[in-house]
């Protein structure tokens, strides 16, 4: 079984940062890409960036040059480092990896700007 835990979530002013941790544990021999998703209430879920092992990314347009994705692979950990904060970045904030073809999903942290 595979567990995947999300912190750092909270309150923060309107352009304030905030840093995502998400740690892996269980039966994980590689993890390939890594992932943050987002949903705010009413809207559906959008991915927000992904990291592949090699360390390759890829952003939604609405948070780049705000949001950086990042990885340890020997610590089967992923960061997500959030600026310039705005309230249309409210939303839980989930965590996914892949290992073989399956993909695992956080409980998720709620991340909540305010004007």
């Known amino acids: 079984q595979v567990q995947v835990v999300e912190s750092g979530g909270g309150l923060v002013q309107a352009g304030g940062s905030l840093r995502l941790s998400c740690g892996a544990s269980?039966?994980?021999?590689?993890?390939?890409?890594m992932a943050w998703y987002r949903q705010a209430p009413g809207k559906q879920r959008e991915s927000v960036a992904v990291?592949?092992?090699?360390?390759?990314?890829i952003y939604a347009d609405s948070v780049k040059g705000r949001f950086t994705i990042s990885r340890v692979n020997g610590k089967n950990t992923v960061y997500l480092e959030m600026s310039n904060l705005q309230p249309d970045d409210t939303a839980v904030y989930y965590c996914?990896?892949?290992?073989?073809?399956?993909?695992?999903w956080g409980q998720g942290t709620q991340v909540t700007v305010s004007s």
């Open positions: 990291i592949t092992r090699g360390g390759s990314t």
């Open positions: 269980g039966r994980i021999f590689t993890i390939n890409p």
């Open positions: 996914t990896i892949e290992v073989g073809s399956r993909t695992y």
